[in-house]
């Protein structure tokens, strides 16, 4: 058995394999696509109204809610938030 690990932290393994950055990516990507369904329902907001609201097709629409597809702009989640009448925050820390 590999003991190299042995008391080091998650991220430290991550970040020695060379998949933080990945893990990272799509941890977010997922809780941004569960934000956005959650005020949809909230919203009662299809996903057809959604997209209207945004002015953007149906389809960037379902990769903007796919959890595993970390591919996302910074102007759809700006249509997104405009559209659910909510503010987008970026971060860095």
Not at 10 to 38: P, Y
Not at 56 to 66: C, G, I, M, N, V
Request: glycine share 4%; net charge positive; charged share 30%.
């Amino acid at each position: 058995m590999n003991q190299a690990h042995i008391g080091s932290d998650f991220e430290e393994f991550l970040t020695e394999e060379g998949l933080r950055a990945e893990v990272q990516a799509l941890a977010v990507k997922k809780l941004l696509a569960f934000r956005i369904a959650q005020l949809m329902k909230k919203e009662k907001l299809t996903k057809d109204a959604l997209a209207k609201r945004m002015k953007t097709s149906r389809a960037a629409l379902e990769r903007l809610l796919d959890p595993g597809n970390p591919s996302v702009t910074l102007v759809t989640l700006g249509k997104a938030a405009c559209a659910l009448k909510c503010k987008l925050r970026v971060e860095l820390s």
